[in-house]
């Protein structure tokens, strides 16, 4: 399980490993930190829950080890930064608990020795303000160096705020192009990815539908304004649409209904013309 070996021995201390694109999972064990970061917690709050209630023995291990690891991150090793890091990020004791401003330099640390799974902990710090103010400039900046280093977490982080357009320009072919970038980078990204992936399509579809219904609505203006055709743009119809986005939603349905109702009636209407037809023959 997680947590440390009671050998005390660095070498022989585990650790609770982030999965990719999940919550960090406490009975899941490893060395150092893992290649696979967790996933954005502005997405899915997996840093967010308070931790497990651990007993004392647990906790007194905890702290010992992060005592350990304090000391020899101080003395460059790289492990033991990241390793310093985690457990200051998890806050799962006293001893560790609300020490956010030091799980952040732990961090810097390890990422200056080239940890990327630390680069994209510092994109998180900064995108919440842990430790330090909140800065989206800085959280892009640490998310653009993991994704170079072909970081899937990254890559998601990224095309999750090209798509809402925070912190950077709103582009959503940019953003499936990180999507994208991280399904193939990590096959762990795909399941969370896919359901991003499908709203940014609807999101698209929409748009360039009401490009081209814009387009329409000045050709038909154009060509038909003698008699009076006036169709407003996009920009006026569409904000009273999202307010009654419920009745248009209902209303949408209840016309799928109605067409395959008269299909279906439609349809048996024609099978019993074709039994009378035999019948009579």
């Not at 023995?57 to 090793?77: N, T």
């Not at 008699?227 to 407003?232: A, E, F, K, L």
């Amino acid at each position: 399980g997680g947590g440390c070996c009671e050998g005390g021995g660095l070498a022989f201390c585990v650790l609770p490993r982030p999965s990719a694109c999940c919550h960090p999972k406490p009975d899941q064990a490893r060395t150092g930190l893992s290649s696979s970061p967790p996933r954005h917690p502005s997405i899915t709050h997996s840093l967010t829950h308070p931790p497990s209630p651990r007993p004392p023995a647990k906790q007194g291990q905890i702290d010992r080890s992060l005592v350990l690891y304090s000391e020899a991150a101080e003395m460059g090793f790289d492990v033991a930064q990241g390793n310093a890091a985690h457990l200051l990020d998890l806050g799962a004791t006293p001893f560790t608990a609300h020490r956010k401003d030091k799980a952040l330099r732990a961090y810097e640390m390890s990422a200056q020795q080239g940890s990327m799974d630390s680069e994209v902990k510092i994109g998180d710090y900064y995108y919440h303000g842990w430790g330090t103010s909140r800065d989206i400039k800085k959280a892009v900046a640490h998310y653009r160096i993991a994704s170079e280093a072909r970081m899937a977490q990254a890559m998601f982080n990224l095309g999750w705020m090209h798509e809402h357009g925070v912190g950077i320009p709103q582009d959503l072919h940019l953003a499936k192009r990180y999507y994208d970038m991280s399904i193939e980078t990590s096959q762990d990204a795909m399941w969370p990815t896919l359901p991003c992936l499908a709203g940014l399509w609807v999101r698209m579809a929409a748009r360039e539908a009401i490009t081209r219904a814009d387009k329409w609505a000045l050709h038909l203006n154009r060509e038909y304004r003698s008699y009076g055709v006036d169709i407003p743009p996009s920009e006026l119809w569409l904000p009273r649409l999202a307010d009654i986005w419920d009745v248009v939603l209902v209303s949408i349905l209840s016309g799928f209904l109605g067409v395959t109702v008269i299909l279906k009636v439609t349809l048996a209407s024609q099978r019993m013309a074709q039994q009378r037809d035999r019948r009579g023959g």
